[in-house]
């Protein structure tokens, strides 16, 4: 017998043979090719459902990042706060809110007082020992009175008292950015400038905020706080006597309260303890979050930096929901602005809480208890 013979045909057919016998048999034919890419359409489809779960995760993602940097503002918060009670523990009063004139003028002023801030004061309670020491040498070797010295003003020796931006180490130093200063959420350029110094007094018919600006100098690289401490409703700067909105509408019908009474913690060369703190330390302001940011009616905004080594102390005059001047309390959270209070706890504010329970949280001792605030 001969050997197995194959043959393939046109077609797909094949005749296979032993010896003489051929039998026919019909092998299936190779598949078409299988199709392995996308049809436009379908590439389409797939981007759509992308962007869709895009546009549906991105505002969580939004919201997650925002309350990752809203709890870190409030840490910067709670560190500002223990540093100010150990301050009081060490040294029985809190820091000053600023060293400024004394007594406070009516009119302009000559800004030739040290106006160093609290947050000098705090400096070494922040494990930033480096910064402070240049503020504490600043002034020895001209003989000059001290750049923390809380007693001496420039009105009791006007040759020896100079403001720390005039002396050059303590310049050099105010530069410095301090992380713990800074809220993580302040997103805006200083489109106003940074700002050395702030001050509150009256012109005889209103409390007036008024900033300095150093003509022909850049104040722009200075280090920039977005805290400050809680003065009062206006701070302590009417003269004796003197009531000032006197119509302050009380809280759950307590007796009309003189606006000027409603004193807070930080103030000019003030020296307050705990002791004095008699509305209670859980319902008192120490610290808030101020964003310095101005929003005209156009929809236009414009922000102002404030310098930590002379800008210390801010006033509740101004309503959370009040956007027309940069001297008040705010922030770039949603719909809250975060405080710290006198016991150290942290508050996030609604800002539209009721006004005038908002003002008397500024005060320490005028009588009007707030309670809890929702």
């Not at 319902?283 to 080594?309: D, K, M, N, P, Y």
Request: aromatic share 10%.
């Amino acid at each position: 017998m001969g050997g197995i013979l194959t043959v393939r045909l046109a077609g797909g057919e094949c005749f296979t043979g032993v010896g003489s016998i051929a039998i026919l048999r019909v092998l299936p034919m190779r598949r078409a090719q299988e199709r392995v890419a996308f049809t436009l359409v379908e590439l389409l489809v797939v981007i759509a459902i992308i962007g869709i779960l895009i546009a549906l995760l991105l505002p969580a993602v939004q919201a997650a990042r925002e309350a990752a940097r809203r709890t870190q503002c409030s840490n910067h918060l709670k560190q500002l706060g223990l540093a100010a009670m150990t301050f009081e523990s060490a040294k029985t009063v809190f820091p000053p809110g600023f060293l400024g004139p004394r007594p406070i003028p009516s009119s302009s002023l000559n800004w030739q007082d040290q106006h160093t801030s609290v947050f000098v004061f705090l400096l070494p309670y922040l494990e930033l020992d480096s910064l402070y020491e240049p503020f504490e040498r600043a002034t020895v070797s001209g003989n000059l009175v001290s750049l923390l010295d809380i007693d001496v003003s420039n009105d009791e020796d006007p040759s020896r008292v100079v403001p720390w931006w005039s002396q050059e180490i303590a310049w050099n130093a105010a530069h410095a950015h301090i992380s713990t200063l800074l809220c993580p959420s302040h997103h805006q350029e200083y489109t106003q400038g940074v700002f050395p110094a702030n001050i509150f007094f009256y012109d005889g018919s209103s409390v007036v905020p008024t900033i300095l600006n150093l003509t022909g100098v850049d104040c722009s690289k200075l280090g920039t706080t977005n805290y400050l401490g809680c003065s009062g409703f206006v701070g302590d700067v009417l003269p004796p006597g003197v009531e000032w909105d006197p119509n302050v509408d009380p809280i759950e019908g307590r007796d009309t309260l003189d606006a000027g009474r409603v004193i807070g913690i930080f103030n000019n060369r003030s020296k307050t303890s705990l002791r004095d703190i008699t509305d209670g330390a859980s319902s008192t302001f120490l610290f808030g979050e101020v964003a310095g940011e101005i929003r005209q009616s156009t929809g236009e905004t414009s922000c102002a930096g404030f310098a930590w080594a002379g800008c210390g102390i801010c006033t509740t005059q101004s309503d959370l929901e009040d956007w027309n001047s940069q001297t008040k309390y705010s922030s770039f959270h949603a719909e809250v602005v975060q405080f710290c209070y006198a016991d150290g706890s942290i508050h996030a504010i609604s800002r539209d809480i009721d006004k005038y329970v908002y003002r008397y949280l500024a005060g320490m001792g005028d009588g009007q208890i707030t309670g809890e605030i929702p």
